[in-house]
């Protein structure tokens, strides 16, 4: 089934602060658009790498087949049809559109050597009838679009434009003409979007679609003022953006203004602007806006982060974690397919790092296969990773200030964070998708490890999604789609959303909102080398139900017995125990870590098996029940509680034995876990960590402002790292109560006041949005 996307319309001000190259002429010659038409059908069909003799080629072949065999089935040939395909009336959305992906489909095969269809006359003349039929019946100026406007700008031109190329010498002129003149009138100008007016500017992955649409159209009737208008929209979505929808210089990528969407718009984005540069790479209308290079930056800033072992991080998938055939390992493979794209037309070296990285990916990969199901472009692509060293996982932090998402990395697991503010929508909901996703930006997290399908696995269906790991929430029961569709449930006061990174380590908070609730809570990650310290504090609630945090709720597939200890003692060993343990010290679970309570705590246990399905998180997901079994472990802060806190370590991939060791001597003293400031130091590491909600005092560090800060002493020298999280001072001013420091070096934005006893430093944050900035003293 066709996804379906929508829109949330730019203002008044967005759509005047879009920037519109102009156009540039091109002097090309009939010759040109053929070269390009040829190069556009090789690319959907293979071209001269298809072997058919190659069993993975072979078996991209034999599922082509089948598909279209199973599409002619559905084939109406009666002279007086009112449909093209028996199981699409055309009179709902979004079946115009699933026709067109269909007729493509049936194209690709008559166009590809080595399939049973190619070159097929029957297959041909009801392709062209159906052509012919699909333009009477309804796709044609003078219709009005109804039901998604994506179906008919976007999920029908893309489709139909491919066709006319494979088929190019099959139909007559006129013909050519006829259908080209149907997507002029769905698409005017791919700079705008959405009937009737088109006073919607397209932006992101809706600007490349469509820009990909017209372009491709535009070699069929060999329309150079098309292409180049359409060449010419692609340079704004890769510009750097500061609000709504892009990339931002942090990484960041925003898609409907408020939703981090690098996992799947994002994807889309990045596959279809590499298609094009490669398309028009070597011809009169080759990209040459230099700006391109944020572009090929972005892999590294933006994608590479996020994918782990060949999974999208479902924290960047928006509604799309409620899809039944769309999975972590789906968007991961389109990720890994589209960086192989882009590699094509860069430096050796860096195509040479992307390269490695995705041959990582996929040895790593033990859940699925990314050429499982490929189509035969992706086998060619995964084949030219033939002879290359696959490179392991990089350890660091990446905090996304622009989208309110973290990801810390060490060798074998990456710990993700998700969380919301004024900024950024809690989560997604439209079309009937992911409607009770409303916790998973109360500071969610997300282990990846080993397991590599823990949310492939029907997470999203099966795990209780009141008790989802990491968020602090109020168990007020809330309605689907809480707070909004399209990104409109977001905190309406929060802005503490963020942190600051140093040498690969990381303080990271939220000053939580609950999503239509009283509840208000400050929650901050301390991101080192074993283990990730979460601390809770301010937790106040006052909706007359309990307030939970949830330390972990882990999926153990279908059959997963792993041991779970607290304390050295077995418990809820079977499915359907439930237990409450008195002052924990610590607790382990098998093939998972280990997790630590410094202050002890009153933790609740269950495993349990749970049954959902799809369609209880997606209106077009299948019904059947699925099972999976989980161990949940979380606190219980009462009802309507009052400055209730909490402390905890994850230790991923620790023996039982080595976390007994972390709980008796973890290396590191909470400093301070109050609603004012949340601070660790840790011994080994001469890190000091901190997050300040308000002006407070902690160890040696005076921050006058909020602000995160990281402190480290190696040697005789001491490193900051200072940040505004709330994105809404232009200074921040932080003290050092540590006499005989002098300054060693500083960014720009640094500057500092030496006393005998102190050293005040000043951070001019105006602008940095979120960013950290740098300051190195020496005794």
């Known amino acids: 089934m066709l996804k379906r996307r929508t829109f949330l319309a730019a203002s008044t001000a967005t759509v005047a602060a879009m920037h519109f190259p102009s156009p540039t002429t091109a002097f090309a010659a009939p010759a040109d658009f053929a070269a390009l038409r040829a190069k556009w059908a090789a690319d959907l069909t293979g071209g001269t790498a298809l072997d058919p003799a190659d069993p993975d080629y072979a078996a991209a072949l034999t599922r082509l087949d089948t598909g279209v065999t199973e599409s002619l089935a559905k084939l109406d040939r009666s002279t007086t049809r009112k449909v093209v395909f028996t199981d699409y009336p055309l009179t709902a959305d979004p079946s115009v559109a699933n026709t067109y992906v269909r007729l493509e489909q049936l194209a690709t095969a008559w166009a590809t050597p ?103 159209r535009a070699l069929v009737t060999d329309d150079e003022a098309k292409l180049t208008h359409a060449r010419d929209g692609l340079s704004d979505t890769w510009q750097y953006v500061t609000t709504g929808d892009g990339f931002y210089r942090d990484g960041s990528f925003v898609q409907h203004t408020w939703v981090a969407y690098t996992g799947t718009y994002g994807h889309v984005l990045l596959s279809g602007i ?21 572009l090929f930056d972005s892999v590294a800033k933006a994608y590479l982060p996020v994918v782990h072992d060949a999974r999208m991080m479902d924290f960047v998938r928006g509604r799309a974690v409620s899809r039944y055939n769309a999975s972590d390992h789906t968007d991961g493979y389109t990720a890994a397919e589209a960086i192989l794209r882009l590699a094509q037309g860069v430096d050796t070296a860096l195509a040479v790092q992307w390269r490695s990285a995705v041959a990582g990916w996929l040895q790593r990969d033990t859940f699925g296969n990314m050429l499982s199901g490929a189509t035969i472009p992706r086998v060619t692509l995964v084949k030219s990773l033939h002879g290359v060293t696959p490179a392991p996982e990089r350890d660091g932090h990446t905090l996304f200030a622009s989208m309110d998402r973290a990801v ?74 809480a707070g909004g569709e399209w990104g409109a449930a977001r905190p309406p006061t929060a802005t503490w959303v963020g942190g600051s990174t140093l040498d690969g380590y990381a303080a990271v908070g939220q000053d939580l909102e609950g999503p239509v609730s009283p509840l208000r809570a400050r929650k901050s990650w301390f991101c080192l080398d074993e283990y990730v310290v979460a601390l809770g504090a301010g937790i106040t609630g006052s909706s007359g139900y309990p307030v939970e945090t949830v330390i972990e709720n882990r999926n153990l597939h279908s059959d997963g017995t792993n041991a779970f200890t607290v304390d050295g003692v ?46 209880d998180i997606n209106t077009g997901g299948p019904a059947d029940a699925i099972t999976r079994r989980y161990l949940t472990m979380w606190l219980d802060h009462g009802v309507d509680p009052s400055g209730a806190a909490y402390s905890y370590l994850l230790a991923p991939g620790a023996t039982a034995a080595r976390t007994k060791q972390l709980a008796k001597a973890p290396g590191l003293l909470v400093l301070r876990n109050t609603a004012s400031a949340q601070a660790v130091l840790s011994v080994p590491l001469g890190l000091t960590l901190a997050n300040f909600w308000q002006a407070d005092r902690v160890a040696e560090l005076q921050a006058q402002t909020p602000c995160s800060v990281i402190r480290r002493i190696r040697g005789r020298e001491l490193d900051l790292a200072v940040s505004d999280p709330t994105q809404l001072a232009t200074t921040v001013e932080l003290t050092v109560f540590l006499p005989g420091l002098r300054v060693a070096s500083a960014d720009p934005t640094v500057t500092s006041v030496r006393t005998r006893r102190s050293t005040k430093v000043t951070v001019d944050v105006s602008g940095s949005a979120g960013a950290t900035h740098h300051l190195t003293l020496r005794f």
């Open 408 to 481: 810390h990395r060490r060798s074998g697991w990456a710990y993700s964070i998700s969380m919301a503010s004024r900024r950024i929508a809690y989560y997604e909901s439209g079309n009937g998708e992911n409607e009770q996703g409303y916790h998973s930006g109360s500071g969610m997290t997300y282990l990846y490890d080993k397991d590599n399908g823990q949310y492939a696995d029907a997470f999203w269906p099966t795990v209780d999604r009141t008790r989802l790991p990491g968020i602090t929430v109020d168990k007020l029961p809330l309605p689907p789609k």
């Open 114 to 216: 080595g399939s049973a269809y190619h070159s097929d006359p029957a297959l041909l003349a009801d392709l062209q009838a159906a052509l012919e039929s699909m333009y009477q019946l309804i796709y044609k100026p003078g219709t009005v679009e109804f039901g998604n406007w994506w179906s008919w700008e976007i999920g029908a031109t893309r489709p139909l434009a491919n066709t006319l190329i494979l088929l190019y010498a099959e139909l007559a002129p006129a013909a050519r003409e006829r259908y080209c003149a149907a997507i002029d009138h769905f698409v005017p100008d791919p700079y705008r979007m959405f009937p009737p007016a088109r006073s919607i500017v397209s932006t992101g992955a809706n600007r490349v679609d469509l820009c990909q649409a017209i372009i491709v």
């Open 570 to 615: 077995r418990r809820v060993p079977t499915l359907g125990d439930s237990a409450t343990v008195g002052n924990a010290r610590w607790a382990h679970l098998d093939g998972v870590g280990g997790y630590v309570f410094p202050s002890g705590c009153d933790l609740q246990l269950r495993r349990e098996a749970r049954s959902g399905s799809w369609r």
């Open 274 to 294: 590499g298609k094009l540069l490669a398309l028009l790479a070597n011809s009169p209308w080759q990209v040459t806006d230099p700006k391109r290079q944020i």
